[in-house]
């Protein structure tokens, strides 16, 4: 049973494997033809590349479950179009056995898409924001169609970039007072953190007094405010970008704050639990191969794989909003399709048991 065991796991690894690059590399495609229509200043088409290519982990990262999928059947489509399933069935492998000789190579990529969410999509993605903002040029926030926003009291403040080590470029501020009259904006190139404090450099502040708008350049200055660089990392990405860890402690801060955090939960249930859905999905590929898809075509397997894939992952997309919007909580809209898709798998294969 191990040499049977080892046979399977080449077969299905390779077809995942290539199922992957496939997928990987028709969206990278997508996404690169997308970066063209935003090439502006330094950011041409070789920072159009250096971008898709910064963001291919977290792409590798969202596809591993729907390749899973399909890479099984595919797999073990090759394996029951040249009958070596029926004479390992005939030799008193059983389907359990087979079931785990499939899923054990997937644990591979579980564990891939667990290193690459937790540790290197977060920085890479980073990277590539902040590098494409920089090269786009220096812009005010009411200019810049990327950076992020945040308000601390009666300032709104707008980044256009911000580094993992504590930098920022494209820093645009707007002071207002209690009646929610603009006071000054102001808009500094670079600001670096100084462990307890920001220092702004080459900027311009305007002033609006009662006489009359005072403008005036400076080299740089001092800017206390409770934002710190690893505050910062969190809020730049959208929560599917951010690790476990971030997204539990961010929602806790949330809550401690009496801020809604519900997308942060979803997302944080998301990443969780997605060894458990492409686990289902797996089952589900098995249980196909062993039952109504036994005496099909490739393609036709293949087509089944797509539309099963499309329709979890877009019954995860509907649900997931549905929380926020309904008041659900966002563990079960994370929960249903992959419990649905396991017990699919499950009855199947014992029907075909």
């Not at 389907?95 to 190579?105: E, G, N, R």
């Not at 220096?138 to 308000?151: I, P, Q, V, Y």
């Not at 405010?225 to 801060?253: F, G, M, R």
């Not at 289902?280 to 099963?308: D, Q």
Request: aromatic share 10%; proline share 4%.
């Amino acid at each position: 049973m191990r040499k049977l065991s080892r046979y399977i796991g080449r077969t299905v690894i390779g077809a995942v494997a290539m199922v992957l690059l496939v997928i990987v590399a028709l969206d990278a495609i997508a996404a690169l033809v997308d970066q063209l229509g935003e090439l502006k200043g330094d950011y041409d088409f070789i920072e159009a590349l250096m971008f898709v290519g910064l963001t291919l982990p977290g792409r590798i990262y969202e596809n591993i479950p729907f390749s899973s999928l399909v890479g099984c059947l595919v797999g073990l489509g090759i394996l029951a179009g040249s009958s070596e399933l029926v004479v390992m069935r005939a030799a008193g492998v059983s389907l359990a056995q087979i079931t785990w000789a499939v899923m054990k190579p997937v644990l591979f990529f579980i564990g891939l898409s667990l290193v690459l969410g937790e540790y290197v999509t977060p920085l890479t993605d980073q990277i590539a924001e902040s590098r494409r903002a920089i090269a786009q040029g220096d812009r005010h926030a009411l200019e810049s169609r990327h950076g992020l926003w945040n308000r601390d009291g009666k300032e709104f403040t707008h980044f256009n970039a911000v580094l993992p080590n504590g930098r920022l470029y494209g820093v645009t501020r707007y002071q207002f007072d209690d009646q929610g009259k603009l006071l000054a904006s102001s808009f500094a190139r670079t600001a670096i953190f100084q462990k307890d404090h920001w220092i702004e450099e080459s900027g311009k502040e305007t002033v609006l007094t009662e006489t009359g708008i005072e403008k005036h350049d400076y080299a740089w200055r001092r800017w206390d405010t409770k934002l710190s660089p690893a505050l910062l990392n969190v809020l730049v990405l959208e929560p599917d970008a951010l690790s476990i860890q971030d997204l539990y402690s961010y929602s806790k801060y949330l809550q401690q704050q009496d801020i809604e955090s519900s997308q942060y939960q979803l997302a944080f249930w998301k990443k969780l639990l997605q060894p458990l859905a492409t686990a289902s999905l797996v089952l589900i590929a098995v249980s196909f191969v062993f039952g109504p898809l036994r005496e099909v075509t490739m393609g036709y397997r293949i087509f089944t794989g797509v539309i099963v894939g499309i329709v979890f992952r877009t019954s995860q997309d509907l649900l997931g909003p549905a929380s926020l919007v309904f008041g659900f909580p966002p563990l079960m809209a994370v929960l249903i399709p992959v419990l649905i898709c396991a017990a699919i798998g499950i009855l199947l294969l014992r029907k075909a048991n």
